[in-house]
C-alpha cells in the first residue's frame, strides 16, 4: 500500500489493541476510534506497521455520541469516548473472546465511567508552559483545564502543577495519584532544575489536599521529596496499602478490588504453597496470603517489595518476600502459580513453570496481545484455560486487564 493513501471501508472487527480492523485494496489497516460496523475514510500511515489516520465516520454506528470532553478527539487519553458505555463493554468483552479463545468471559466494569481515575501520568514541557497528556501517535502535549475521567482531587492537582510550571525548566512526566492522605505529585524532569523549582514544589506540598510532591532530575539517586515518603491507597481488603511515590497502582479503585479478589477466589490458597511473580507491594499478596500454607511474593522493584512487607506485617500476615526480578529469581515448588507481569509479558514463563511446577496458574494481564503468547506458553506446557474474566480499569478506552485460572491436564 503506498504512503498516505486514502482508503474507504467498512470496520470488520477490534483487533486485541482495541483499533478497527478496515481492509482495503491493498490489505487491512487499523484504525483507532472506530466501532464494527462502520464505515470509514481513512489515511494509510507511511511506516511498515499497518496504522491509519481517521479521516472520517461515513456512516456512524448506533452507539456512536457525542464526546462529553470537548478535547476528545485531540487528546490522546480516551479515544473511546465516542462510544456508549454498554456498547464499549461487549466489544471488550469480544475482544477478550477472541484473544482467550473462551466464548464468554465475564466482565466486571464499574457505574463509575467518569471521575473514576486515581492515577494519572501527564508530560510537561516547562519552556513551553505545556502540561497535559499526548496526542495519539504524537509527541504534542495537549493541555486541559477539565479532565472528566479524573477524581475531583486529581484534577485540582493537575491545577496546582500548572502554576508551578514556569518555575522548572525541563521536560519529563508528573506522576499523579490520589491516596488516602490528598494528591501525590512525582515530577520527572530531563534535566537539572533551579533552587527556585525546590522552592516552589515545596510551598506546594504544603498546599491543602497534597500529601507528597517529589522531584526527580538526572544526576541524583533518589528524588527529592516534599511530604510523606510514601503513598497510602485503600487495598482491595479495605485497609490502607503503601506504595512507592509514583509507583504503580491500579487506577480504578472499584475495578481493583473485584480483580484482587476474583485472583484469590480462583487461586484457592487456603492450604497450599503460592508463588506469586511481579507482586507490587503486595495489592493481591494481602489477600492470598490470609489462607495460603505458605507464599513466596518476589517483586523486582526493591522499594515496592519493601512496601510489601510493611504491608502484610500491618495486617498481621507472614509471607516471605523477595525484592529480586521474576526472570533471577530461585523459585521453589508451589501447588499455585500467581503472576502479573508487566505490558511486555514474561519471556521466563516456561522456566517459572518448570521450577514452581503447579498445578494451578492464575495469570494476570493488562496487555491482550502478551496474554495470547502466554496462553500459548501455558497450553504447550500442559495447562488449560478453565475461567477467564475481563476488568474494565480504564473506561473511555479500550484497555483492559484480564484474569485467567489455568489448570494442568
Not at 219 to 227: I, Q
Request: include cysteine.
Amino acid at each position: 500500500m503506498s504512503a498516505r493513501e486514502i482508503v474507504e471501508g467498512v470496520v470488520e472487527e477490534l483487533g486485541h489493541g482495541g483499533d478497527g480492523r478496515v481492509v482495503g485494496p491493498r490489505g487491512a489497516l487499523y484504525v483507532p476510534s472506530v466501532l464494527p460496523g462502520e464505515r470509514v475514510r481513512v489515511r494509510a500511515g507511511g511506516g511498515k506497521r499497518p496504522l491509519a489516520e481517521l479521516l472520517e465516520v461515513l456512516e456512524p454506528s448506533p452507539a456512536r455520541r457525542a464526546a462529553p470532553c470537548p478535547i476528545a478527539a485531540r487528546c490522546g487519553g480516551c479515544p473511546w469516548m465516542e462510544f456508549d458505555e454498554a456498547t464499549a463493554a461487549e466489544e471488550k468483552r469480544a475482544m477478550l473472546a477472541r484473544a482467550s479463545g473462551v466464548a464468554e468471559p465475564r466482565l466486571f466494569t464499574s457505574e463509575r465511567a467518569l471521575r473514576y481515575r486515581r492515577r494519572a501520568r501527564l508530560h510537561f514541557d516547562a519552556g513551553r508552559g505545556k502540561l497535559g497528556y499526548r496526542a495519539r501517535r504524537s509527541h504534542e502535549i495537549v493541555g486541559f483545564e477539565r479532565c472528566l475521567v479524573l477524581t475531583d482531587a486529581l484534577e485540582r492537582a493537575a491545577g496546582l502543577a500548572r502554576r508551578v510550571l514556569p518555575e522548572l525548566t525541563g521536560k519529563g512526566e508528573l506522576a499523579l495519584a490520589e491516596t488516602l492522605d490528598g494528591a501525590s505529585l512525582v515530577f520527572d524532569s530531563d534535566r537539572a532544575e533551579p533552587p527556585s523549582a525546590y522552592r516552589a514544589l515545596e510551598a506546594l506540598a504544603a498546599e491543602e489536599g497534597v500529601a507528597s510532591v517529589a522531584l526527580r532530575v538526572p544526576g541524583l539517586p533518589t528524588p527529592s521529596v516534599f511530604g510523606r515518603p510514601t503513598e497510602r491507597h485503600l487495598g482491595p481488603d479495605g485497609l490502607p496499602l503503601e506504595t512507592p511515590l509514583g509507583g504503580f497502582v491500579q487506577a480504578h479503585a472499584d475495578v481493583n478490588e473485584a480483580l484482587a479478589r476474583t485472583v484469590d477466589e480462583w487461586a484457592a490458597p487456603e492450604g497450599r504453597r503460592v508463588v506469586e511473580l511481579f507482586a507490587g507491594s503486595g495489592n493481591l499478596t494481602v489477600l492470598l496470603a490470609r489462607t495460603a500454607a505458605s507464599i513466596l511474593a518476589v517483586e523486582g522493584y526493591v522499594r515496592a517489595a519493601e512496601l510489601a512487607e510493611v504491608n502484610l506485617r500491618a495486617r498481621g500476615l507472614s509471607a516471605r518476600v523477595l525484592g529480586v526480578d521474576a526472570e533471577r529469581a530461585k523459585l521453589p515448588r508451589a501447588d499455585v502459580l500467581v503472576l502479573d507481569p508487566p505490558r511486555r509479558g514474561f519471556p521466563e514463563l516456561e522456566r517459572a513453570l518448570d521450577r514452581t511446577k503447579p498445578t494451578t496458574v492464575v495469570l494476570v494481564s493488562c496487555d491482550l496481545g502478551s496474554m495470547m503468547r502466554e496462553l500459548g506458553t501455558l497450553r504447550r506446557a500442559g495447562f488449560d484455560a478453565k475461567e477467564v474474566a475481563g476488568f474494565d480499569m480504564f473506561p473511555q478506552t479500550p484497555h483492559l486487564e484480564a484474569v485467567v485460572r489455568l489448570e494442568a491436564r
